[in-house]
Structures are given as structure tokens and as C-alpha cells.
């Protein structure tokens, strides 16, 4: 087994996988960095409001979360960039008609695990429009992180994101 979570769809949306089955979830992830024995992953779950006025409570988180990887501060900003980008995505993409229900908003999970940082950012949505590859988000999130996927399951929509510390900077 590969040890990234996202396999082959990483950078490329040629090889986008979309739907159930499209890979592991944040529960299951693949091997673990850091092997058998290493400390359990730091997990931190936020839900705002489907508003981009929210969005910086998700920056903040992973600006918080990113040192935990060795990140310099211009990879902090990258990563900071890559959540709100994402964010974007799906805000500008994602059509929700129900409000006040449970699913309403936008949901994001950081990892933090040995030598990586996993982010999905989801929410649920009663349209979509899975957005083009040239996008001018899509491309900046391709070249700000180490994997980037969008999936489709369902009502829900999900970015994922994987930033792994650079080699040489151990933690």
C-alpha cells in the first residue's frame, strides 16, 4: 500500500477520483508515517458557517497545526492559502437550498500525523459543479500542497489536501 492517502490523483485532476469507494478515509488513511509505535495523530474537527466570512477560523486552525510538521512560516502561508482556496472551491461550487439543518455548513478535519498534514474540508450540498482544472483555485492549490483531490459522495463534497514536511527538516 501506498503510504499517501490520495494515491494517484495527487496533482493531477486527470486522475481526479470522484465518489464512494475513490479512496481511504481520514480514519483509515493508509500506513501511518510513522510507523508502528509512533504518537497518535493531533485530530482537530471545526464546523462554520457556509459564509466566507468564517473561512480565516480554518486558516488560523492550520496555521496553528502546521508548525507540528517543521513548516518554515512561507509554508505555513502556503498552507494557509491552500484552505482558503479550497474553502473557495467549494463555497463557489457547492449549491445548498435546505438551511438550519445539521449538515448546513462547512466542515474541516486536520491531521496531523508524524511527517504530514491532512485536511478535508466538506460540506454538503444540494448541486454541485465540480470545478475545471484550470481554475485559477485549483491551480493554486496544485502547486501550494503535496495532494489535493476533490470527491464527490453523495450530497457530500469534499477537498482534501496533504502537505508532507520536506525533507531534511525531521520534527
Known sequence: M??????AADRDPGKRRDGPGSGS????WGDRPGGAGAPDPAVVTIRIPADPEYVSILRAACGQLAPRLGCT????????????EACGLLL???VRLRRGTDGDGLAATFVADGPAL???LSMEADAFVTPDAGEFGWTI???????????VDGSTVRVEIRKTQAAGRQG
Open 2 to 7: 501506498s503510504s499517501s492517502p490520495f494515491g
Open 73 to 84: 512560516p512561507a509554508e505555513i502561508a502556503d498552507l494557509r492559502l491552500a484552505v482558503d
Open 92 to 94: 463557489r461550487h457547492c
Open 118 to 120: 491532512f485536511i478535508t
Open 25 to 28: 478515509r481520514p480514519d483509515g
Open 141 to 151: 492549490l496544485t502547486a501550494l500542497v503535496d495532494g489535493f483531490t476533490w470527491h
